[in-house]
């Protein structure tokens, strides 16, 4: 079974700039996450899909930061303008029926803004 | 305010020996607590669940604890292996339903086992 596939693994952008963060979740998973892990932190919510309607996005700084998933299986995140603090890894997960319990992580995208 | 601790930043353990990672949480009521396993560039992994109406799970080497009156809970790896070297992260589940929601981690504990 294939995992959470996440793209671009790494990037480095200069403030003000924006950045885009692509997701494929399992297949069938009808939820998708999105989570940011500044370094020595643990993982952040930023926001909750599922299928294509948002469940939580009450910690997303909505004056930057926006995510979508319009057909209820891939989703982006996207940044702009980026801030130093920013600099984060972006985690997408997924979780569905047959899933159990678990959330299945992708393994991040790594962004530097500099 | 709430808070998740996770105890020592780093724990070094030999060999064989039992490593028991601790996580303490104020002003939380969870419905579960996860524990996950992450390697440096890597997405967190997920080890084990435990409710709030169970006192232990066990698989394999792994067992965890969960002491809602104490709000602990305690992460043990028997008989340890250089390859369990990692950051451990707990994290609290809230929601009482079928969906997973939001989870609420702790900022982890690197685990190194030597030889």
């Known amino acids: 079974e294939a995992g959470v596939a996440q793209s671009p693994r790494y990037k480095i952008i200069e403030k003000r700039q924006s950045v885009a963060f692509w997701c494929n979740p399992i297949s069938g998973h009808a939820t998708l996450y999105w989570y940011q892990q500044i370094l020595g932190q643990g993982p952040k919510l930023l926001i909750q899909?599922?299928?294509?309607?948002?469940?939580?996005d009450s910690q997303l700084p909505k004056d930057r930061f926006s995510a979508e998933r319009l057909k209820g299986v891939d989703s982006t995140l996207k940044i702009q303008p980026a801030k130093l603090e920013d600099s984060a890894v972006y985690l997408c997960?997924?979780?569905?029926?047959?899933?159990?319990?678990?959330?299945?992580f992708g393994e991040g995208s790594w962004l530097t803004v500099v | 305010s709430q808070k998740i601790e996770q105890n020592s930043e780093a724990l070094n353990i030999q060999e064989g020996k039992t490593a028991t990672l601790t996580c303490n949480y104020t002003?939380?009521?969870?419905?579960?607590l996860q524990w996950y396993r992450q390697d440096p560039g890597r997405g967190p992994v997920f080890l084990l669940l435990i409710r709030e109406n169970e006192k232990e799970k066990r698989k394999e080497r792994l067992k965890v604890t969960f002491d809602t009156t104490l709000k602990q809970s305690l992460f043990h790896i028997t008989a340890s292996q250089p390859a369990d070297s990692a950051t451990y992260l707990c994290?609290?589940?809230?929601?009482?339903?079928?969906?997973?929601?939001?989870?609420?981690f702790g900022r982890g504990t690197q685990l190194t086992v030597w030889p």
């Open positions: 002003n939380y009521s969870p419905a579960y």
């Open positions: 899909f599922q299928n294509n309607g948002v469940v939580d």
């Open positions: 997960a997924s979780s569905g029926e047959g899933s159990g319990n678990t959330i299945y």
């Open positions: 994290a609290l589940g809230l929601d009482r339903g079928s969906t997973l929601g939001r989870l609420y």
